[in-house]
C-alpha cells in the first residue's frame, strides 16, 4: 500500500500541493517483473520515484532540470517538502493509479504460481 500525505497550499498566487508526507514500498521489496517497466513507483532513498508510462501527461507541469531527468531517466524523483502544481499532483495521481493496477495484476500472477510451485518432491536416480 501506498500513502501521500498533502497540504493545500498557495504559491505564487496559484493553488498547489505541498507533499508532506509520503509511504511506499522500496523497489528492493517489489516483484522485479514491476520494476523493470513503467507505470512504476516505489521510495528510494527518501524520495518517491515515478516512472510514469506516458511522460506526456508531467511535461507541462516541469522545470526545464526535471524535463532533462524525465526525457533521461523515464522517471521523476519527488521529495518531502516539495510543492507542486495541481496539474503535477493529477498526473502523479494518475501515474500511481496505473501502477498500482500495475502491481495488483503481478501479484496475482505470483500468487498463482505460489499455489502451483509447492509441496516436496523426492528425486531418485
Not at 498547489?16 to 516483484?31: G, M, Q, S, T
Not at 514491476?34 to 507505470?39: E, K, L
Not at 516541469?62 to 521529495?79: C, D, K, R, S
Request: with cysteine; proline share 3%.
Amino acid at each position: 500500500m501506498m500513502e501521500i500525505n498533502t497540504e493545500k497550499v498557495f504559491e505564487r498566487g496559484k493553488k498547489a500541493i505541498k507533499i508532506v508526507d509520503f509511504k511506499a514500498l522500496k523497489r528492493e521489496e517489489l516483484p522485479e517483473e514491476y520494476t523493470q517497466s513503467a507505470p512504476c513507483v516505489y521510495e528510494a532513498g527518501g524520495y518517491l520515484m515515478l516512472f510514469p508510462e506516458e511522460i506526456e501527461d508531467f511535461v507541462p507541469h516541469v522545470t526545464f532540470i526535471e524535463m532533462m531527468a524525465l526525457t533521461l531517466t523515464y522517471g521523476l524523483a519527488i521529495h518531502k517538502g516539495q510543492t507542486i502544481s495541481v496539474g503535477f499532483w493529477n498526473a502523479i495521481c494518475k501515474t500511481v493509479g496505473k501502477a498500482g493496477t500495475k502491481l495488483k495484476e503481478i501479484n496475482k500472477g505470483i500468487d498463482k504460481q505460489k499455489e502451483e510451485w509447492n509441496g516436496t518432491k523426492v528425486y531418485k536416480w
